[in-house]
DNA sequence: AGGTAATGTGACCACCCAGTCATAAGGGGA
DNA sequence: TCCCCTTATGACTGGGTGGTCACATTACCT
C-alpha cells in the first residue's frame, strides 16, 4: 500500500509516477523492473519514491492490484449474465479482450505477474490461483448439475484445460486473438475435436 | 558452442560446470541467472569460463540444446507410432512426462527457456515456435484428411488449444500430473465440454 | 514573520553483475 | 633444460541495482 504522502500528490506528479511504472512493469517481470528507470521517466528523486512507497514490492503489488480493479469493471459483465457456462465463458473472454485492448499496459503488468516466479510474490500468487480455481470448481458443478457438461469427464482435467487455454488466449490478445477467433477456440472445447456422425 | 578447450576437460571438472549450470538455469531464467553463482558452484575460476564458452548466452543456448537433444530421443518413441492422432498425442505428452521425471534440470530449463522474453533469445525463440507450429499442422491436416477429426472446428483455434494445454501440461509436470491425469486432460479436448445423449 | 511539520532531493552505500586481462602454471616435444 | 603453446586464475573495470540519509525546500498555521 502507498504511503499516505502519495495520495496528497499533486495528480499530475502522480500520474507520472502512474505513467512510467506502468511503461516498466508492463516491460519486465517484476525482478527485473528499475526503480531507477522508473524514477528517471517520470523526472523524480530516487528519495521520493521511498516518500511514497515501502519499496518496489510495495509499488508493484500497488500497481498489479490497480489493473485488477480495472479489469473486474469488465470481468463482471460476463458473470452478470445469466446464460449457460458456453456463454459466460466467451463473454469472460470477450470481456477480457476489450480489457486488454483498451488498457494494454494493465493488460500485459497483469500477465507479467501470473508468470512471475520471484519468491517474493509466491505466497500472492498462490492465493490468486487458489481463488480462482475454487471459482471455477463452483461455476462447473452448478454447470454439471444442470447437466450442461459432459459428466464422465474429470472436473480438475477440465479446470486445467480451461484454465490453460484461457490463459493463452489472454497472453496473446492483440496478437492472434480476436473476438471471432476466441470463438473458435471455444469452440474447440464445447465440441471436441473428434469427428463425430451427427454434427452440432 | 562452446570452445574446443571444454572438450578437452577432464571429464569430472566439465561434470561439475554443467551440474552447476542446470541447476543455475533450472532456478532462474537466463537473465537472472549469474555466471558467478554457476562458477562459484562449479569451483571454478571467472575466467575459466571464457575459456570455454563465449559468453553467458554461449553457454546458455548450449545447455537448452543438450536438453533438448535429450528430449527428443524421448519423444521420437511417440511420432515413430503407427496410431491414430489422439493416440499419438497421449504417448507424447507421457514421454514428456518420464523426460522430466527422468532429467528434472533440463526439464526445468526447457520450460524457462520457452517462456523467456529476453531480447537476445527472441530469434532462438521464434525460430523454435514457427517448427512446431508446422509440424502440428501437417499432423492436424493428416487427421483431418483421415476424418478422425472435426472437419467444421478452426484449425488455427485447435494448433491454438493444443499448445496452450500442452504446455502447461508440461510445465507442471510433477506438481498434478501424472499418466492418468494426462489422459483425463486429453479425452477433454477429444470429447469435449458439451454433454451428449449418447456416450462415447 | 516565525515556527513546525510534511516533502523533496540526489549523492552515496553496499552489493551484484558480465566480461577482461596480465600474469602464472602446466604439459609435451626437443 | 629450454621452448612454446594451451590452460588457469582472480583482481579489476564499468555499470547497474535497491535503498538510505542528511540536508534543503515548501506549505501551512499561529
Given at each position: 500500500?502507498?504511503?499516505?504522502?502519495?495520495?496528497?500528490?499533486?495528480?499530475?506528479?502522480?500520474?507520472?509516477?502512474?505513467?512510467?511504472?506502468?511503461?516498466?512493469?508492463?516491460?519486465?517481470?517484476?525482478?527485473?523492473?528499475?526503480?531507477?528507470?522508473?524514477?528517471?521517466?517520470?523526472?523524480?528523486?530516487?528519495?521520493?519514491?521511498?516518500?511514497?512507497?515501502?519499496?518496489?514490492?510495495?509499488?508493484?503489488?500497488?500497481?498489479?492490484?490497480?489493473?485488477?480493479?480495472?479489469?473486474?469493471?469488465?470481468?463482471?459483465?460476463?458473470?452478470?449474465?445469466?446464460?449457460?457456462?458456453?456463454?459466460?465463458?466467451?463473454?469472460?473472454?470477450?470481456?477480457?479482450?476489450?480489457?486488454?485492448?483498451?488498457?494494454?499496459?494493465?493488460?500485459?503488468?497483469?500477465?507479467?505477474f501470473w508468470?512471475?516466479?520471484?519468491?517474493?510474490?509466491?505466497?500472492e500468487l498462490a492465493r490468486g490461483k487458489l481463488s480462482r480455481?475454487?471459482?471455477?470448481?463452483?461455476?462447473?458443478?452448478?454447470?454439471?448439475?444442470?447437466?450442461?457438461?459432459?459428466?464422465?469427464?474429470?472436473?480438475?482435467?477440465?479446470?486445467?484445460?480451461?484454465?490453460?487455454?484461457?490463459?493463452?488466449?489472454?497472453?496473446?490478445?492483440?496478437?492472434?486473438?480476436?473476438?471471432?477467433?476466441?470463438?473458435?477456440?471455444?469452440?474447440?472445447?464445447?465440441?471436441?475435436?473428434?469427428?463425430?456422425?451427427?454434427?452440432?
Amino acid at each position: 500500500m502507498p504511503k499516505a504522502t502519495f495520495f496528497n500528490l499533486d495528480p499530475e506528479k502522480r500520474e507520472a509516477v502512474l505513467q512510467a511504472a506502468w511503461e516498466e512493469f508492463a516491460r519486465h517481470p517484476f525482478e527485473q523492473a528499475s526503480l531507477s528507470r522508473i524514477v528517471q521517466d517520470s523526472r523524480i528523486a530516487k528519495g521520493s519514491m521511498y516518500q511514497y512507497f515501502e519499496d518496489k514490492l510495495d509499488l508493484y503489488l500497488y500497481m498489479v492490484e490497480l489493473a485488477y480493479e480495472q479489469k473486474r469493471s469488465y470481468l463482471k459483465k460476463a458473470f452478470a449474465l445469466k446464460a449457460d457456462m458456453f456463454t459466460i465463458l466467451e463473454e469472460y473472454y470477450h470481456q477480457s479482450y476489450l480489457f486488454a485492448r483498451d488498457f494494454p499496459f494493465m493488460h500485459r503488468v497483469i500477465n507479467n505477474f501470473w508468470d512471475s516466479r520471484a519468491p517474493a510474490l509466491e505466497a500472492e500468487l498462490a492465493r490468486g490461483k487458489l481463488s480462482r480455481s475454487q471459482d471455477f470448481s463452483g461455476f462447473l458443478k452448478e454447470a454439471r448439475r444442470k447437466g450442461v457438461v459432459n459428466p464422465l469427464l474429470n472436473p480438475e482435467a477440465i479446470f486445467f484445460v480451461y484454465h490453460a487455454v484461457g490463459r493463452d488466449l489472454i497472453e496473446y490478445f492483440g496478437d492472434e486473438a480476436n473476438s471471432r477467433f476466441v470463438s473458435d477456440v471455444l469452440d474447440v472445447l464445447k465440441y471436441g475435436l473428434q469427428a463425430r456422425e451427427e454434427g452440432s
